[in-house]
């Protein structure tokens, strides 16, 4: 069973604040993707790396997937109060999705 | 169309009743997924379906079923559920299982609620 950590399990900012939350596994992932979900809703998908190294940007999102493709990290810069939510990273292999326990983000007006 | 639709947003039971979640897609995938959400935790996996076909079930209690009628529809069929059993219930697809790209489409969820 692939193991995949998120940190920081929780974090609350202010409005305007950057911030980095990370996924790590010591599995080597086919694919990554990264979700925010908000409550009562389900997770929205917001990125899919696969390439190690690999780098993309979405608005104010930078997403990084690990030249080893075992890790990635999500930057945001000049957080908002939408961007408050659940952010999920499964990594996808042979058996599906696996899930860490998400990483609850609150960014306070 | 990127959307999952699911089917009904909210539900409330009793541990004697009989009901059916619901899920549609029709963005051509072949993958289906039901998942079970409690409060401030990460989906966990329920079943998976391929090709109509299921192909994974992760331990789930026989009171609930799940049925693919066709490849654009995933039922859950729920009976004698316990209060425990109150949770979100999320529908996901994907285009096929275990792919390497592996993204998976997720509905809005049944927020289900067993009295």
């Known amino acids: 069973t692939q193991l995949l950590e998120q940190s920081p399990q929780f974090l609350s900012i202010q409005e305007g604040e950057n911030l980095t939350v990370y996924c790590n596994s010591s599995s080597v992932f086919s694919s990554l993707q990264w979700y925010r979900q908000e409550p009562g809703e389900g997770p929205v998908l917001l990125v899919t790396?696969?390439?190690?190294?690999e780098v993309k940007k979405l608005k104010r999102l930078t997403f990084q997937f690990g030249d080893a493709r075992k890790d990635s990290s999500l930057h945001i810069t000049a957080a908002q109060p939408g961007d408050t939510g659940l952010y999920l990273c499964?990594?996808?292999?042979?058996?599906?999705?696996?899930f860490g326990k998400g990483t609850h983000l609150i960014i306070q007006p | 169309d990127t959307e999952v639709t699911q089917t009904p947003k909210h539900l409330v039971m009793g541990m004697t009743n009989k009901k059916s979640l619901k899920c549609e897609q029709h963005m051509g995938h072949r993958a289906m997924y039901w998942y079970k959400q409690k409060a401030k935790k990460p989906p966990e996996l329920m079943f998976v379906?391929?090709?109509?076909?299921?192909?994974i079930n992760e331990s789930v209690p026989s009171r609930f079923s799940p049925e693919c009628p066709n490849s654009s529809l995933l039922n859950l069929h729920l009976h004698a559920l316990q209060p425990e059993d109150s949770a979100l219930y999320l529908c996901?697809?994907?285009?096929?299982?275990?792919?390497?790209?592996?993204?998976?489409?997720f509905g809005p969820g049944t927020r289900l609620t067993v009295l």
């Open positions: 499964p990594g996808g292999g042979a058996d599906g999705l696996t």
């Open positions: 996901a697809s994907s285009q096929e299982e275990g792919s390497s790209y592996n993204e998976q489409f």
């Open positions: 790396v696969v390439t190690g190294g």
């Open positions: 379906y391929s090709y109509e076909k299921l192909s």
